[in-house]
T-cell receptor, first 114, second 116 residues
Framework: AQSVTQPDIHITVSEGASLELRCNYSYGATPYLFWYVQSPGQGLQLLLKYFSGDTLVQGIKGFEAEFKRSQSSFNLRKPSVHWSDAAEYFCAVALYNQGGKLIFGQGTELSVKP | DAMVIQNPRYQVTQFGKPVTLSCSQTLNHNVMYWYQQKSSQAPKLLFHYYDKDFNNEADTPDNFQSRRPNTSFCFLDIRSPGLGDAAMYLC???????????????FGPGTRLTVL
């Protein structure tokens, strides 16, 4: 069955420190992968996506993610975290044979220390 | 700006009183989705429309219905809300995801439903 796992429920980093959020997926075909960010009480904003091609993808707000097929991973990184990055981050895989349905991981809540 | 709009942003209803949530889009996308997100959980797909074709998820309760009168609008109807239906309801749109490809889903800001 298709699934997405985000092993870290909550991460705290200091402002200016680097960040890596982990995401592992289980999917039998070529995955279409996304990272979304959600601030409290808000909808989901797309950070970046991987469909094909270069396995290192750049997104908005200085985020990047690397697709590693051998590890079934799509980890999100940022070299220097800002206080405004505090939010919930969701990794997702799209099932294109089911109308593009998104299967989300359980989310990682990011806190940023001053 | 092209976008996905949800109204109202906050909805309070009484136990058992029907409620309708609204979503509109200016992106002219074929597909519209409704997700339910309970507190501290990931969004979960309820159903989606591909144009006028309705696609229900197998585990979506019968209490949840949807209508799409035209390309731009989609409604979520909860016939008899229970306390367990309190959640954030997210609408999303995308272009044609079929034919072995998919496209990005763009989300609205959500409607927070409270059931008293």
């Amino acid at each position: 069955a298709q699934s997405v796992t985000q092993p870290d429920i909550h991460i705290t980093v200091s402002e200016g420190a680097s960040l890596e959020l982990r995401c592992n997926y289980s999917y039998g075909a070529t995955p279409y992968l996304f990272w979304y960010v959600q601030s409290p009480g808000q909808g989901l904003q797309l950070l970046l996506k991987y469909f094909s091609g270069d396995t290192l993808v750049q997104g908005i707000k200085g985020f990047e993610a690397e697709f590693k097929r051998s590890q079934s991973s799509f980890n999100l990184r940022k070299p220097s975290v800002h206080w405004s990055d505090a939010a919930e981050y969701f990794c997702a895989v799209a099932l294109y044979n089911q109308g593009g349905k998104l299967i989300f991981g359980q989310g990682t809540e990011l806190s940023v220390k001053p | 700006d092209a976008m996905v709009i949800q109204n109202p942003r906050y909805q309070v209803t009484q136990f058992g009183k029907p409620v309708t949530l609204s979503c509109s889009q200016t992106l002219n996308h074929n597909v519209m989705y409704w997700y339910q997100q309970k507190s501290s959980q990931a969004p979960k797909l309820l159903f989606h429309y591909y144009d006028k074709d309705f696609n229900n998820e197998a585990d979506t309760p019968d209490n949840f219905q949807s209508r799409r009168p035209n390309t731009s609008f989609c409604f979520l109807d909860i016939r008899s809300p229970g306390l367990g239906d309190a959640a954030m309801y997210l609408c999303a749109t995308s272009r044609d995801p079929r034919g072995g490809s998919t496209d990005t889903q763009y989300f609205g800001p959500g409607t927070r439903l409270t059931v008293l």
